[in-house]
């Protein structure tokens, strides 16, 4: 069954068309990859998802439910969540109040956000030490830890990262990418967007190539990763 | 608003007087012609540094009042009068900017309201020069007709002045700062310096509002100098459209005509403008203006293919003053610097020596000080020990500005582009730096200021075609994908022609064929004799690539200097950072 389904979605800022007639699917327990340059409209489809961007044509599917034109708010309460490039987070409120509003949209009970904290910091440990202190005292390293793990404080159904590894030390972005691929088996379906696109197709299960607010290439993620294209244009010397 | 429509409103404000000899109308016109006066200085303030003054009125009074004074009790003739008028508001407006901006937003506002209420008091109270509550009579008035045509001259001349101060560097820079504080000072441009001169010119043209409402009228009084008359600038200003060139006729137009067609509502008045200010904050954001000029503009298209980008490097980027002989070893010292925030160390002992020309690599897990070492470096934090040296001379503690004027750029870890100016103008400001040049110039768009325009404008387009950024030139900055917007930022840096470049992350969010572009330019810059360059930066495959060192912080603490190959090898940096031997 699909987890998300997007036909036909064109978006403009103005009169600057960013998406035309993109379509794709993500099945549920799926990491699909979106991989293309700087301007190939990566943020945007992820942004018209979660109900930022309204398209101006185009139907948006979760499950069997029509979230097109929500506001993102509506769509966030359906368990579809989406980490933003470029963190977001909130400044002046400690790590724990930013991790605890992840959480707000779900209404649950209180042990079960606890428990949710609990695991959000097993995933990134450098939080726990830091709980209390203002995000905005967070390394930009950290601050990005700290939108990944609020993220998952929504107890997505869907979630949706923009660039996850961006600013991270190596290390990181290694246990970066074996966090999403632990979401995976804990059953969470992934749209992945990653500058890293060698790495993240080595992760996802199926990839769609994304060039001038067009889907001009999809399938598998293994064939993307060997298409001498994709090689040329996205890869470049992470492959050698 | 195009020629046209320039054209147009100059046409109707000819044939005004033709058309009507009616004297209220033409009192109309000059209440609006003074408020349009008013507004197109406070648009400099407000418009373009972003400066919220609610204090106006007391400006527009001390016009008014010196103007008054000098007429009556000196007999002196108007333009004298005038000229004392605009003074004294542009002294006592400097005066007050030097001390009020020292705040900024909403503090900056609650300072001017403080001020119009304190003239406005004064006016009242000081009752041997002022008149008190009776204010001041019998002033040599002119005819209104004769007033009428000053006060349009006068209205033409400073929107034209305006127009031209936004298209020069002084401009620019106001924009600028309202943008990013941060970023503009990293340029040189001292935000301090841009907001009181932005303050003084808003001043000046309120005081000169005033005079000639002095020799309109014949007759002052405090009551048309109260916080309600700083409130109905503001709200024209607003309604009319913030920032834009005709901004402030159409917003005093309609401020002007509006009360006047619901006289028999006088009594509602304050309710028509609370009216007003939530419609333009609910359906005109960008005012009246922006509704009618924002609609169907064609944007430029977007969206350079990533093989678009690839483009070659050029190399005839102009490089830096070339070193001179008597350079010290170390451009940039560092030395055992320290700072702690709120108990916590974040830089301990700390010593970083950059030579001329080299570029070295600061690496290091997320939290281990090195963004906080850069803002160490231009100034944005103050060490609690040690010292930063630049070609020998010590710079710890100088502002941003000045540290940047010594030949320090840097970019920012989060892309911080001036989203209210073009692709080109960003790097404009970064061309001009500190030298902004004669302001009466920029006012007056003199030939002098309009050649060193296209100057600016030539380089600035030089560096965009190096950094792939030359299609999009024309463009609004906000309009940039994230990857271009670090394109940009690198771009307005180099256009500084600094001796030391700092790059905080560049690298990051771009795909690894854009990551190859940037080593080659970075490569490219080296070889023309470009800045030496310090790099904080996690793609290992970039850093091994370029640097001729590295050196290693975790905890604060510098753990590893050395050539990339020893730094690849050493034990401490692979547990602490790499995880597995890159």
Redesign the interface.
Known sequence: MSALTVAGLRVA????T?LHDVSLEVRAGEIVSVV??????K?TLLKTVAGVLRPAAGRITVGDESIGGRPSWEVARRGVVLVP??RGIFGDQTVRDNLRLGALARRSAREAVARDLDRALDHFP?LRERLDRPAG??????Q??LAVARGLMGAPRFLMLD?PS?????????EIFAVIARLRAEGVTILLVE????QALALADRAYVL???RVTLSGPAAEIRENPAVV????????R | MGRIGWALVAAAALALPALTANTYYLYLACSIGLLTIVTAGLNVLAGFTGQISLGHAGFYALGAYAAGLAATRLAAPRWVAAVAAVLLAALVGAAVASAALRVSGPYLAMVTIAFGIIVEHVLVEWVSVTGGPGGIFNIPKLSVVGSYWLIAAVAAVALWLTANLRSSAWGRAMLAVKSSEVAAESLGVSAYVVRITAFTISAALAGLAGALFTFLNGYISPDSFTLQTSIVFLLALLFGGLGSLAGPLAGAAALTVLPELLTGLTDYRLILYGALLLISIYWLPAGVVGAIVGRGRPRAAAAESAAESIAAVEPAAPGPDAPSASEPAALLGVERIGVSFGGVVALNDVTLSVPPRHIVAVIGPNGAGKTTLLNLITGYYRPDSGAVRLGGEAITGLPPYAIARRGVARTFQTAQPFDALTVVENVMVGVAGARLSGLTGALLGLPGTRRRESELRLRAQTWLRMLGLAARAEEPAASLPAGLRRSLEIARALATRPRLLLLDEPAAGLSPTEIETLDRRLTALRQQDGPAIVMVEHHMELVMAISDRISVLDYGRVIATGSPAAVRENPAVIEAYLGVPA
């Not at chain 1, 005292?137 to 950290?142: P, W």
């Not at chain 1, 040329?232 to 492959?239: D, F, K, Q, T």
């Open positions: 800022y103005g009169a600057a960013v293309g340059g700087n301007g190939a409209g943020t490039e470029g450098a005292s967070l390394s930009g390293g950290q990005q830890m660039e961006l600013g991270l030390a190596p290390i990181l972005v290694r500058q890293m696109a060698g060039e001038r607010g040329e244009a996205y890869l470049g010397i992470e492959r």
